[in-house]
């Protein structure tokens, strides 16, 4: 399965659009790129998930390069609420598609 | 919307004792899983379990785990005997059709305290 990189930690002001990058360059043609974020201990939220189209729904939006090897998550105007660690997974293509998390980005969101 | 809930949400027990924690998945849902996150690490992956069987597994899931699903509803992570090790955040998720565009939901988690 795809390993990703994001940095571990980033500041956005609240309502200014938090952009959140990934890198995953050994991605192959049939794995999805996914977002999950986890407030505090709390269960791991779905976001938002692509191939290789940008898509954008009332969460966010996920900006995939043409190459497929890096994405953005865009969180367009922050909240406090927002605050948390995001993880960008690509989905593991074999078996029953488990989800590996990495350390994913601490997201802070300042008022 | 449909969610996965799971129950109880704070278990505290000895260690040795069993413990059994319960999910219920999303009702449609085919696909069921468990995780587990040690405070301050990252969440990791248990077990999969489709159409009454262990699909995948982890090399954390020894002989000391066990997952049933006992009805049509209940999805459950039985420890037999919980070591101080065992204590973290439980998650249960489920997925509808388990392929790669599909979406695994999770559930707000159990704390285990083993003492």
């Known amino acids: 399965d795809a390993k990703t990189t994001q940095p571990p930690s980033m500041d956005c002001a609240e309502g200014r659009a938090a952009n959140l990058p990934c890198n995953h360059s050994?991605?192959?043609?049939?794995?999805?790129v996914y977002w999950y974020r986890q407030i505090h201990s709390q269960g791991p939220q779905y976001i938002i998930h692509?191939?290789?189209n940008n898509e954008t729904n009332e969460m966010a939006s996920l900006i995939i390069t043409e190459d497929r090897k890096s994405s953005t998550l865009i969180l367009p105007h922050a909240t406090l609420r927002d605050t948390a660690v995001y993880y960008c997974?690509?989905?593991?293509?074999?078996?029953?598609?488990?989800?590996?998390f990495g350390i994913g980005t601490k997201l802070q969101v300042i008022p | 919307e449909p969610e996965v809930t799971q129950t109880p949400s704070h278990q505290v027990t000895q260690m040795g004792q069993e413990v059994i924690l319960r999910c219920v998945p999303i009702?449609?849902?085919?696909?069921f899983y468990w995780y587990r996150q040690i405070l301050g690490q990252k969440v990791e992956f248990l077990v999969s379990f489709y159409n009454n069987e262990i699909s995948e597994k982890s090399e954390i899931f020894d002989d000391q785990f066990s997952v049933e699903r006992p009805d049509g509803s209940n999805f459950t992570l039985k420890i037999r005997s919980t070591k101080l090790e065992d204590s973290a955040m439980y998650f249960c998720?489920?997925?509808?059709?388990?392929?790669?565009?599909?979406?695994?939901?999770f559930g707000p988690g159990t704390r285990l305290t083993v003492l």
């Open positions: 692509g191939l290789k």
């Open positions: 998720a489920s997925t509808l059709r388990g392929g790669l565009g599909d979406t695994q939901y």
């Open positions: 997974i690509v989905k593991y293509s074999g078996g029953y598609q488990k989800v590996t």
């Open positions: 050994t991605i192959s043609g049939n794995e999805y």
């Open positions: 009702s449609n849902h085919l696909y």
